[in-house]
């Protein structure tokens, strides 16, 4: 059974260093995992999206271990504007070459003065 | 470069009744896909289409449908509307699909089922 989990919700202050981990099983080698951040009453932004090692771009760092159970987003010097809910989302692939987009729980962020 | 578009933004509906979401994708996309989003459930996929063909589907009953036009404009449909089908609907899309792009989301149609 595909399931992805997220911690619930995480305090940071600003100007720290904020890692989301994502708990990930069954993922197939070649399946990407992909970070969204979600601000009240929109949709879910990208943020970044890798499969393997490390992905790194303008705004956040991805780290994938080499068993592929869990991803680590990492947001370098958070600001107040930081604050939001992220969420992972695996699109995982079943048998057959079929697959689906499953979302983490989501995780909370806040971030204080 | 206009974002994504989904209406209406806000309906409210009965139990039993029907309903019809609509998503105009970027310029240039291919892909849209579906999504339900509750506070108890999260995020949850509902199904995308790709050319106008379906290529893939979350674990949703049939109830829930959709398709895709020509201009990859994507309409998706809940018939006999339950009181658990109240969330928002988030529809996204992207050049390729989501497996090897990243997605871009409209803001949302909320569904209040009463």
């Known amino acids: 059974l595909a399931k992805t989990t997220q911690p619930i919700s995480m305090d940071s202050y600003e100007g720290q260093e904020v890692n989301i981990t994502c708990s990930h099983n069954n993922i197939a080698t070649n399946d990407y995992i992909t970070w969204y951040q979600q601000f009240p009453s929109q949709g879910p932004r990208f943020i970044i999206q890798?499969?393997?090692t490390k992905v790194t771009n303008e705004v956040a760092s991805l780290f994938i271990p080499a068993d592929r159970k869990s991803s680590t987003l990492s947001l370098p010097r958070v600001s107040l504007s930081d604050t939001a809910v992220y969420y992972c989302?695996?699109?995982?692939?079943?048998?057959?070459?079929?697959?689906?987009?499953?979302f983490g729980t989501g995780t909370r962020l806040k971030v204080l003065a | 470069k206009a974002g994504v578009t989904q209406t209406p933004r806000y309906l409210i509906k009965t139990r039993g009744q029907q309903v019809t979401l609509s998503c105009s994708p970027i310029?240039?996309?291919?892909?849209v896909s579906w999504y339900q989003q509750t506070p108890g459930q999260g995020l949850q996929f509902l199904f995308e289409y790709f050319s106008e063909t379906q290529r893939n589907k979350g674990n949703f009953p049939g109830r829930f449908s959709g398709r895709q036009f020509s201009n990859s404009r994507s309409e998706m449909n809940v018939s006999t509307l339950e009181l658990g089908d109240s969330a928002l609907y988030l529809c996204a899309s992207s050049f390729e699909g989501a497996q090897t792009g990243e997605l871009f989301f409209g803001e949302g149609s909320r569904l209040t089922v009463l």
């Open positions: 989302l695996v699109d995982y692939t079943f048998f057959g070459g079929t697959y689906k987009y499953i």
């Open positions: 890798g499969y393997k």
């Open positions: 310029s240039g996309h291919r892909s």
